[in-house]
């Protein structure tokens, strides 16, 4: 493809990725840019070009020694759930903007450890970057069948380097606060991994289904070269031994290396975001790696006898066939996945470089003086050079160091540099007893190992047959082989450097950590780091500190870094978290702690305690006394707890009472509005009677129709007085026990069609249509007068709120879990869904209906109950689209039908 069309096309894609970085920036809290899955899949910035090319060409030449790479992280990712999760919440409390401030301020807030492990950094990672932009440069000239220009201004991988240094040092220095979540580059880095991992799935099916006819005729074809069953196995015990090595070297970098503790533990929003990334990181892995083995043995059968670099495979094969598109869509994913790398390398690095370095050995001074707007233009400023400078720089060296190597070489080096923090930084999290002195000693000599056994090594050159160095090791003394020092021999050169700095690493760090305790600091966060679930949510109590302490002079120093408006703000939360009065001229050890959390972000850990202690005078506290202040902290913090939990017990307890007498209220006026129902029932049968008795006895001369009509009268309101009566004593029965029922095996239908043949007159009067929908004859288990009782009650409330016209009440029937369940429903103006429960309630009657007063004692329902549940039975209300549906169940002695 021509350069310049290919240069467009890479520029268009660069304008793309800055457009997708500027829109979740300005839209960071949306759900497209804050989730699980941009979380985990910006995690696959693992995934890099080393990944894309590197593992086919290892796959070609090796076989399955790629693999160890990725099974490292599938293994330990399970963990996550408990060492991330905690490696977060850690973070989080403190403000922690990096891994070197996370190893440094675990062990008393060391500046210079926190330098150590920023240098060690450097040194592993900036190679590394390197890799990333050989990788383009090589692939850049494969696609367009250029050669590399050795004038710098001829190179394209040049503007590259310029233009991501622009990128990452605009969008990487977006917050003073280096703790801050960057939306845009999180965002725009997830899609970089949707697209190299498209892109690369695309390749695989086109090399896989289209070039060749599937994997096994791939597998024959490649299968017939010279030693292919021994390039994939994994070997005897000296090559399995290399695989552990090469696996535990992946575990450790998945935690450690700087791009990935920024997206998985700095840019982590929410502690939930783990539980996907768990399971869907390995997955993207296991996709990633699904073609590589098609690809690398396609690639070797296509190019067998040619001198070919095999890390470009995945390009040469389309070419191979002139399918340009994809060529250009497999450059990209690469590309993707190198730049990915780059962005996200060089902010982190550039933060530790500022926090860590620059700012508490070189700028502190000076920025202790200054007003806040400047500082915070200085921090980022500094951040914004140091982005810049480390892309550069390692621009220069894949320009003048890193073009003789292949990408998996160099980025094996990285990953043992970086091992070296291992003991320090597990250490931290999990043994109290780690010491500055332990883990700054362990990480200098093991970095010195690794430089002796690999970096310098390598910097002569692996295969030069001059170097002494290499051959006869230093002095000529042989057991000073670099490759096989004391004479392990039969390692690679990378297990055996990660086996001999790994063990004296560890070594030292638990040897001089026992033999020297550490200082107060040391101890207290020990404590905090390996108890953090106990310190989380009130660490500054857990701060040991002692000595006099103005909050007047604390808040200069904050106003200096935070401005006025913010740390007005922060104070207020303070005092309000801790009841702190805001006039309180002398500061406690939680606002020395809580103040130094804050600058933190800015300045990193180091800087924080040097100009909190600056304005503060500290006196020296003893390791006992640290020991006592923690254990008293964590009773307080139990007693606090057991507190909580009890004030949370006594606020349901009280929330449940006010429910309580809430309802007893509701009851109460139930119960009277029930009294004066029941009593103007009463009354009114018993006025109309003695009014009527009263002219009967008062009128000799009233005619015998109408004296027959006022008997009538007093006969009907004594029936009507009858059945209230009788209501209340039902109720009363059922209620204490006394009334019995007497079961026995009924026809169902039967027994309805007996409760509807009184009601006929007044369904008559209101046109309504009754149906009954059942089998001929359902028999079940039942007393047949007082389940007459309750289908008459129901029926009665459904003709009284049927409409005037149209009417219509159906009766179903049917058979259900050994039960026969009845449904009354009607077509009238239904309940309300919060009522279901309460109108089956003695006391209760529905105000939803339309009049004044609610009609009827509000009794039936509560009897029907009654009645259904002697029956072992059940009553409800069903949701009705019009009316209303109450159904009840019956238990079934015996079904059968009859002729």
Known sequence: MNSILLIIILLVYLGFLFYIAHWAEKRGNIKWTNNSYIYSLSLAVYCTAWTYYGS?????????????IYIGPIIVIPAWIIILRKIIKISKVNKIASIADFISLRYGNSRLLGAIVTLVCVFGILPYIALQLKAISETFHVVTKTSSSSLIFNDTTTYVAIALALFASYYGTKYVDASEKRKGIVTAVAMESILKLVFFVMIGVYVTFFVFDGFDDIYKQASLSKNFNAKNSIGGLTQGINWFFLCMVSLFAIFLLPRQFHMSVVENNREKHIKTAIWLFPLYLLIFNLFVYPIAWGGNVLFEGTAVNADTYSLLIPQLFNNEWMTVLVFLGGFSAAISMIVVSSISLAT????????????LGKLNTEEQVINNKKIVNIRKIGIFSLIITAYFIYRFFALDYSLVSIGLIAFVVIAQLAPAFFGAIFWRRGSRLGAIWSILIGFSICLYTLLVPFAIGITSSSSTFVNEGLFQIELLKPFQLFGLDYLEPVPHALFWSLLINTFLYFAISVSFKGNYRERNYAEMYVDIEKYSNNHENAFVWKGTAYTSDIK????????EDRTKRAMNIFNSKYNVDSDQELADARLVKFAENLLTGHIGTASAR??????VKEEKVTLPEVLKILEESKENIIINKKLTETSNELKKISSQLKKANENLV???????????TVTHELRTPITAIRAASEILHDDDE???????????NIISESDRLNRLIDKILDLEKFETGKQTIHPTNNNLKQTIKKSIEPLQQLIKNKSICVEITSNDKVFCY??????????????SNAIKFCPETDGKITIQCKIENNCVKTSVIDNGKGIDTDDFEAIFDKFYQSTNQNIKKPVGSGLGLAICKQIIEHHNGTIWVDNCMNGTNISFTLPIESTKEQD
């Open 556 to 563: 200069k120093v904050l106003i200096r870094f935070l401005g």
């Open 610 to 615: 040097i100009l909190i202690s600056s304005v």
């Open 56 to 68: 086919i060409g290892v796959a070609a030449k090796s076989g399955l020694s790629f693999l160890s």
């Open 666 to 676: 509701i009851k109460d006026k139930q119960k009277d509005e029930f009294l004066d």
């Open 352 to 363: 530790m470089l500022s926090n860590n370095l620059l700012i508490p050995y070189t700028f």
């Open 782 to 795: 039942y007393d047949e007068d007082r389940i007459v009782q309750v289908i008459t009650n129901l029926l």
């Open 702 to 712: 009233i005619p015998d129709e109408l004296k027959k009509q006022f008997l009538q």
